[in-house]
């Protein structure tokens, strides 16, 4: 499909550096707010966030037919839940709208600001309203690594795991969106040397690199979706960084999987890119071998190069880059995921969130946790302060960093960031 928005031709009359997450080409969506707005919607451009209810209001959206109201909601569910037709034509308007040649915007004194305001001067907020959230386990490099780890390397993979994407059901209600804080979370462990569990603090508290896509048209209980109209479901994508107790976690898993070494904090970053957007970076993934069950197979490259890294940041401390990787090393395929989902019947509904698993490249700096990258703590990570790393700290900072390019254009997501705190008394 050829997306006009995509061109890589396009130039903006609003400036944009060459490592911007969001040219012309990119055009996410999010929610902001700032002393004079409560929640608009809102796109990306450059420095700037794109006020779209501002712009729905002075006329400049009218042909794409959207009620102004959908760009005052608190979440983006019903401008997604309108249907791809209709956002495809908005992007498409943005992207009018800002070219070079177009003069309706530019130079349109006592406007431009009302619609055009610097992102480092408002706040985003939480862009969907996420009903039910899913997370995979779908990177084959990660999953022989935590494999290798606990049992042993001839038998790193489990049974099953060639054979579907192995997910579980996480908690909506702790995504948060990048900017917030959290306490170390407390739980259950039981140290190697003890007959019995403990209570307290976790003391191997673990990033996980991933991604999201966020659904965005619903389908009835008893519906499935193929992989071959996989993508008319999936909206958009964000960053993702599941938290994770691995202590608490190696004390629970069994026998229904993660619970509270999980649940009490998933970051996302605030933007949505959409899929269209991601589409040209589209490329080959791993050859599936054994060959998966028809309901799983796909044609076409399915996957996408998207190149992530994750920073550590000691408090008053500098930037530590200690991971990089690339999507591209996922096994499974989001419409494969979504296929695997909804097989049974199980119905989506728009706003509905599902994560990658962590994301692991094949090198060890393309580790996606800290699990992996310490070898269960045994190589510990030196930062430029001179201190070690086995996990993560009280006070550290976490940011994931991810973007797609090709052509000159470079697609980003923007910033993933939380901050540990120390636990509770």
């Not at 419409?335 to 119905?347: D, I, K, P, S, Y």
């Amino acid at each position: 499909m050829t997306l006009k928005a995509n061109n890589p031709q396009l130039k903006s009359w609003i400036a944009t550096s060459s490592n911007s997450d969001f040219p012309i080409q990119n055009l996410p969506f999010g929610i902001y707010s700032d002393a004079s707005v409560l929640h608009h919607a809102c796109s990306a451009i450059g420095d700037y966030v794109i006020d779209l209810y501002e712009l729905a209001k002075q006329g400049y959206l009218d042909s794409v037919k959207i009620p102004k109201e959908v760009f005052d909601d608190m979440y983006l569910n019903d401008l997604m839940a309108l249907g791809k037709e209709t956002t495809r034509a908005l992007r498409n308007r943005l992207s009018d709208l800002l070219e070079a040649d177009n003069t309706e915007l530019k130079g349109k004194e006592g406007i431009f600001e009302s619609i055009f305001k610097k992102q480092d001067a408002v706040k985003m907020l939480m862009p969907v309203k996420v009903g039910d959230y899913t997370d995979f386990y779908s990177s084959i490099d990660h999953a022989v690594n935590i494999g290798t780890m606990i049992r042993d390397p001839k038998n790193a993979l489990m049974p099953n795991w060639k054979h579907l994407p192995v997910g579980y059901h996480g908690r909506a209600s702790s995504i948060c969106v990048s900017g917030h804080t959290f306490h170390r979370p407390k739980g259950q462990q039981k140290p190697a040397d003890s007959d019995n569990p403990v209570y307290g603090p976790s003391k191997l508290l673990d990033i996980e690199l991933e991604t999201a896509f966020i659904i965005g048209k619903s389908t009835q209980l008893g519906e499935t979706v193929s992989t071959a109209n996989a993508d008319d479901y999936i909206f958009g994508m964000v960053l993702f960084n599941d938290w994770s107790a691995r202590d608490i976690q190696t004390w629970e898993y069994v026998p229904l999987g993660p619970f509270l070494a999980k649940n009490f904090a998933s970051t996302i970053s605030p933007w949505v890119v959409t899929l269209d957007a991601l589409e040209p970076f589209r490329t080959a993934g791993y050859t599936q071998d054994p060959k998966v069950l028809p309901y799983l197979e796909y044609s076409g490259d399915k996957n996408l190069d998207i190149k992530l890294e994750v920073l550590l940041v000691p408090e008053n401390g500098q930037e530590n880059l200690i991971c990089t990787s690339n999507y591209k090393y996922m096994y499974w395929t989001m419409e494969q995921q979504l296929a695997h989902h909804t097989v049974n019947g199980c119905n989506i509904n728009v706003g509905d969130m599902m994560a990658s698993g962590t994301i692991s490249g094949p090198q060890p700096h393309e580790y996606g946790s800290m699990m992996e990258l310490t070898w269960r703590g045994t190589k510990p990570i030196t930062l430029k302060d001179g201190t070690e790393r086995k996990f993560v700290n009280d006070n550290d900072t976490i940011i994931i960093k991810g973007h797609c390019e090709k052509n000159g254009v470079r697609i980003g997501f923007g910033e993933c960031k939380a901050k540990l705190l120390p636990a509770t008394v």
